[in-house]
RNA sequence: GCCGCCUUAGCUCAGUUGGCCAGAGCGACGCACUCGUAAUGCGUAGGUCAAGGGUUCGAUUCCCUUAGGCGGCUCCA
């Protein structure tokens, strides 16, 4: 028995050359560590069962890191498909990949998963993780797995797909790899029977045991390999978590997620409501939710003001020929509302966008070199139909104003503007509030584009750069650009750690061409405005949400609808009340009085369900001494406040834009 | 657009295995209570059980269609 010389790796620090024998398993080389459930080989995921070979660098996989915890989801997949075929025998696989949070599964049944099923699915797989079945691989000729799978046409097709796996479907890597095909068998752990299979890549915790929590969350149709040309599978999906603590930790995410739901918190607050009377996707906002819309704005206008924009108005319907030539009838007409025909058979249609517009204005007259760059900016709302089953809230609506402006500069002015643009940008999302951000550059769709290689290689370049110097992380999104220029997105990070897509800076090297945009050069010759389309909220409709679900409701002093809310003990501490608030209404304060017939507690705890940042209760004590006392949204409270000093708080806050 | 689930009072939800006047809490309104930090008590009003069609002696309940919502898929200029 010949010995094998391997070098384990805890870490990059620590390293251990051991000898073994011939067959030792990576199992053994992390005997007792129970949390190992994997190890990388020379770079390559491996199963515990891989017999280690001479010169080995072994590395281990534990449960809680990134690999382990998808090794964990995928083998909890597999499980998940054992229970549903147990309990539906003519259920066909179709992938089942881990994702984030989780896992999925495709399956082909004749009739949809009820909600009912999932309980029964998931007791099943309880019974398998019980039973501890072993994880088992075992590779396979293609000839060999056609055979085996026959009775799995899906599977059949992934076999005939090797190799292209990656264009195959998302998640249909985890199931055919590039090299050999390997079948998963799950093994009962006493007789060594086979209990189930599974044509995959892996690699899978060495037993069913090993998984320590898991949920069914959700049933839902997909399109088989992602195409809406191709059948629906039923999909069931589900979470696994290396233990119960982070699996609890992980539904109460989800429950505060539901909390802080913009259409919820939208109609507790009474902010706005989608009236099925106007229809889906179009939205109203009621007073309050109208106030907190409007300081955003303001505060937004008067930014750009100070940012060098103009400001321009522009109407929301328009004749067809506009969008003919902005090329958008071409493209998007899937996405626009349907035209109406007026004066005799000319079709009128609602923007989807304000660019042409935009456009129009800045080639209402001769544009010289001295007023670039040109940065016009509106206020603009746009109609786009949007597919019923995408209508989401006000996060995706049919209707919605875009905070929208175009920049028109030439090109040696371009990289100083993006570079301004985009700090602008960022400097404005974090008034808001919003402080976590990373950057993602969308680079060219080489199926689809317009314009020279040359100008996007350079514009592209200019936006990385741009961006680089923020100094925040830049994700690439090859592939991600509209067909008419790259583009850098903003994504903001919220009190719960979920990403929202924010501003856009594009590039367009289609438009200005399209409209013919000119300006005069300082050497008299005609020259062609690069164009940039900049959205800050993107849609302040969006935006709102965004904000709303960020804080969970409770808005800075700022922002909120009502900043102060006058709470008296008793009647008579009412009109004291009232003189305090019309005091701070003179400083442009909201402030309101409860003088309803309900008691004190009562107020107290209405006013603290509408989240206002300042209750301001007096009683006797409070109206002898000519003072106020504060009660904060976190329960606190500070007695006995001389009301000058009290409305200054106030007034700080609001104008500190701080949370209180 | 596709698939599934859902729609009972302003809101949250009971209920009817097809049968007399469809219930509760909150909210609204009224009366009483005048109170120092998260729900005072009593009372009143409020529903074509989403809309339309069908089956049936009889439909809120079963079936179909439509609208809207929710969760996914596809899409998102």
Not at 74 to 100: D, N, R, Y
Not at 217 to 239: D, V
Not at 327 to 348: I, R, T
Not at 440 to 466: C, H, M, Y
Request: net charge negative; proline share 5%.
């Amino acid at each position: 028995m010949s010995d094998v010389r391997v070098i384990i790796k805890r870490d990059s620090e620590e390293q251990e050359e051991r000898l073994v024998t011939t067959g030792t398993t990576a199992a053994e080389l992390f005997d007792g560590d129970r949390t190992v459930v994997a190890a990388r080989v020379g770079g390559q995921l491996k199963d515990l069962a891989y017999e280690v070979a001479d010169g080995d660098e072994v590395e281990p996989v534990g449960i809680a890191s990134e690999d382990g915890l998808n090794i964990l989801r995928h083998s909890t997949a597999h499980v998940m498909a054992q229970a549903v075929q147990e309990l539906f025998p003519e259920a066909k696989l179709g992938i089942g990949p881990p994702i984030k949070d989780g896992f999925y599964y495709d399956f082909d049944v004749e009739k949809p998963f009820h909600p009912d099923d999932l309980k029964r699915i998931e007791k099943k797989m309880q019974e398998i993780v019980k039973r501890g079945q072993r994880f088992s691989r075992r590779a396979v000729s293609d000839d060999a797995a056609r055979e085996e799978l026959a009775d799995e046409p899906y599977k059949l097709e992934l076999i005939g797909l090797k190799g292209s796996a990656a264009e195959a479907a998302e998640g249909a890597s985890a199931e055919v790899g590039a090299g050999e095909l390997t079948i998963y068998d799950n093994l009962d752990p006493k007789t060594g029977e086979l209990c189930w299979k599974d044509l995959c890549r892996g690699p899978h915790l060495p037993s069913t045991r090993i998984v320590p929590a898991f949920k069914l969350m959700r049933s839902a149709a997909a399109y088989w390999r992602g195409s809406e040309k191709n059948k629906q599978l039923q999909r069931i999906y589900g979470t696994a978590w290396p233990s119960r603590d982070e699996l609890k930790e992980y539904l109460d995410f989800l429950v505060e997620a539901e909390k802080r739901d913009h259409r919820k918190l939208g109609a507790e607050l009474d902010l706005f409501s989608i009236p099925e009377q106007i229809g889906s996707g179009l939205a109203v906002f009621h007073p309050k939710g109208g106030i907190v819309r409007r300081v955003m704005e303001d505060y937004s206008r008067r930014r750009h003001e100070e940012e060098g924009y103009e400001f321009v108005y522009t109407p929301h319907a328009t004749k067809g020929k506009l969008f003919e030539t902005s090329g958008h009838l071409d493209w998007y007409a899937d996405g626009m509302y349907p035209p109406m025909q007026l004066d005799e058979g000319v079709d009128y249609y609602l923007k989807p966008m304000n660019c042409p517009m935009h456009n129009l204005i800045f080639d209402a007259r001769g544009r010289s070199y001295r007023e670039l760059p040109l940065r016009l900016f509106e206020f603009g709302t746009v109609y786009r139909y949007e597919k019923s089953g995408v209508v989401h809230g006000l996060t995706r609506a049919r209707g919605f104003t875009q905070d929208d402006a175009h920049i028109y500069c030439t090109k040696e002015q371009m990289a100083d503007e993006l570079d301004k643009t985009l700090t602008f940008v960022l400097n404005l999302l974090r008034d808001y509030g919003l402080t976590d951000f990373y950057l993602e550059l969308s680079t060219k769709d080489p199926e689809k584009f317009v314009g020279s290689d040359e100008i996007w290689e350079e514009a592209t370049e200019t936006l990385r750069q741009v961006a680089e110097k923020q100094g925040l992380p830049l994700v690439p999104d090859p592939g991600g650009a509209a067909f008419y220029g790259p583009k850098i997105s903003v994504q903001a990070k919220d009190a719960i750690g979920r990403t929202w897509q924010m501003s856009t800076v594009q590039l367009d090297f289609n438009l200005p061409e399209r409209f013919d945009l000119e300006y005069t050069a300082a050497d008299g010759t005609k020259q062609r405005p690069v164009m940039i389309h900049r959205a800050l909220f993107g849609s302040i409709e969006r935006f709102f949400a965004v904000l709303l679900e960020h804080y969970a409701g409770a808005f800075p002093a700022w922002l909120a609808p009502v900043q102060a809310v006058g709470i008296p003990i008793g009647d008579a501490h009412v009109s004291y009340l009232q003189d305090f608030a019309a005091e701070a209404r003179k400083k442009g304060l909201r402030v309101e009085v409860d003088a309803s017939a309900d008691r004190m507690q009562k107020k107290i705890r209405n006013a603290q369900r509408s989240k206002v940042p300042f209750m301001v209760i007096v009683g006797d004590e409070d109206m002898a001494a000519g003072s106020v006392s504060f009660r904060y949204r976190d329960g606190s409270q500070k007695n006995g406040i001389p009301r000058d000093e009290a409305i200054a708080e106030i007034a700080k806050a609001v104008e500190d834009r701080v949370q209180v």
